[in-house]
């Protein structure tokens, strides 16, 4: 049986040998500030070497602009104080300054008197400088930010500025080509043939539709410009208005329109209106075709969400196209089958389709 020496002394060996290969600068000291131990980690940091450290006064790592921050850890220690992850610098053999995190505590003799210090000093200079880089590149990145932001502005206006130049330029033409147009069919209609009177009709047909272009084209770009105001809103209301104002248009609704009871919803009611429009007006165009056109509104709760859908029984669309079904500008059908020109969507709001082209 090992005596209780013996096993003090091997308690002793093993701190001795945890403390010389930490990493950390462990370092005790003399209330004057005289280095009595200097483990592997403190030659590493520093650079001086446990013969060159122990017995040298504290002040020989301590830059000359910190020897009162080192005069003010004296103090704080012998009132028993400690001190712990304090950042600063500390000074190198070979001149430079290190970046350190101090944890420093009294030592205590067997009365309880401070008789000095005990401190750990982590070299943190390599997180200081992922830091410093990180700082810099979030700095740099803010600047990009504020210069797209910039550019996007302006390019927005550009293209606000053309918008209403496009539609104030064309609408003028066509309003002549259209109504120099109608004069001729009811005038001078008994002096064309059949194929003039067409040609005439296709002309005033296209200038209509051109006319469509440019009120879709604003359209697009006001939404854009629309400032996002949320609040509650009464779906079933909201979509019995969208269904309203497109019979007042003139678009004949199906006969076959299944309503389900609507949650409310949280959103932009005027964007939110937009996308019924869009999407109930595309159900109605491409399901027209059909003998017995259905569309159905509902919705279903997915968690904690509701997902408003439309279904019809429509022309429908081949799926290897589906990434381009509600790009702005693209379509899935050609003219001479249906006719329309912008087609929106909203993120906010899942449709769930069937065969549908809506």
Same mark, same amino acid.
């Given at each position: ?7 003090? $002394? ?5 701190l001795a040998?945890?403390i010389? #290969? #930490?990493d950390?600068?462990?370092?005790s000291k ?21 013969? $060159?450290?122990?017995?040298k006064n504290?002040?020989l790592?301590?830059?000359? +602009?910190?020897?009162? $921050?080192?005069a003010?850890?004296?103090?704080? @220690?012998k ?12 000074l190198?053999?070979n001149? /430079? ?6 944890t420093?505590?009294p ?6 008197? @401070? ?9 943190i200079?390599g ?6 880089e990180i700082?810099?590149?979030? =700095? $740099?990145l ?9 550019q ?7 293209? *606000?500025?053309?918008?209403? #130049?496009?539609?104030? /330029?064309?609408?003028?033409p066509?309003?002549?080509i259209?109504g120099?147009s ?6 001078y209609?008994s002096?064309?043939d059949?194929?003039?009177q067409?040609t005439?009709l296709?002309i ?11 009120d /879709?084209? =604003?359209a697009?770009?006001q939404l ?6 949320t609040?509650?809103v009464?779906m079933n209301?909201?979509?019995? *208005?969208?269904l309203?104002e @497109?019979?007042?248009?003139?678009i004949s609704?199906?006969v076959?329109?299944r309503? #389900?009871? !609507? ?7 005027? !964007?939110?209106?937009q ?13 027209s ?5 259905t569309?159905?509104?509902g919705?279903?709760n997915? +968690? ?7 279904? /019809?029984? +429509? ?13 702005? %500008? ?7 089958? %249906? ?7 909203c ?11 809506s």
């Amino acid at each position: 049986m090992k005596s209780e020496v013996g096993k003090f $002394e091997e308690q002793l060996a093993l701190l001795a040998s945890i403390i010389d #290969s #930490s990493d950390d600068a462990i370092i005790s000291k003399t209330l004057d500030g005289v280095i009595t131990s200097w483990n592997r980690g403190a030659q590493n940091i520093f650079g001086y070497s446990m013969e $060159e450290a122990i017995g040298k006064n504290n002040s020989l790592i301590v830059p000359p +602009g910190m020897i009162k $921050e080192e005069a003010e850890i004296i103090e704080k @220690i012998k009132k028993g104080e400690p001190v712990n992850h304090q950042e600063t610098q500390r000074l190198k053999k070979n001149g /430079d300054l290190v970046d350190i995190s101090l944890t420093i505590s009294p030592i205590r003799n067997s009365k309880g008197i @401070i008789i000095g210090a005990s401190k750990i000093a982590r070299d943190i200079s390599g997180s200081k400088k992922a830091k410093a880089e990180i700082s810099k590149l979030n =700095l $740099e990145l803010e600047e990009r930010v504020a210069l797209r932001t910039n550019q996007l502005q302006t390019i927005n206006r550009e293209m *606000e500025a053309f918008t209403y #130049s496009v539609s104030r /330029d064309l609408r003028a033409p066509l309003r002549i080509i259209n109504g120099f147009s109608q004069i001729l069919i009811e005038d001078y209609s008994s002096q064309l043939d059949e194929a003039g009177q067409k040609t005439l009709l296709k002309i005033m047909k296209n200038a209509k539709r051109m006319g469509r272009l440019i009120d /879709d084209l =604003l359209a697009f770009s006001q939404l854009g410009r629309s400032e996002i105001r949320t609040s509650e809103v009464d779906m079933n209301q909201l979509v019995s *208005e969208v269904l309203e104002e @497109i019979a007042i248009s003139g678009i004949s609704i199906p006969v076959q329109l299944r309503l #389900s009871d !609507l949650h409310s919803a949280h959103g932009d009611v005027n !964007l939110l209106k937009q996308v019924w429009t869009n999407l109930l007006t595309n159900a109605i165009k491409y399901s027209s075709k059909k003998k017995h056109p259905t569309i159905e509104i509902g919705m279903k709760n997915d +968690g904690d969400k509701n997902i408003y859908f439309i279904k /019809d029984n +429509g022309a429908g669309f081949d799926m290897h196209y589906y990434s381009k079904l509600f790009g702005v %500008f693209q379509r899935l059908h050609k003219e001479s089958e %249906f006719e329309g020109s912008i087609y929106f969507t909203c993120k906010d709001l899942r449709t769930t389709k069937d065969s549908s082209g809506s």
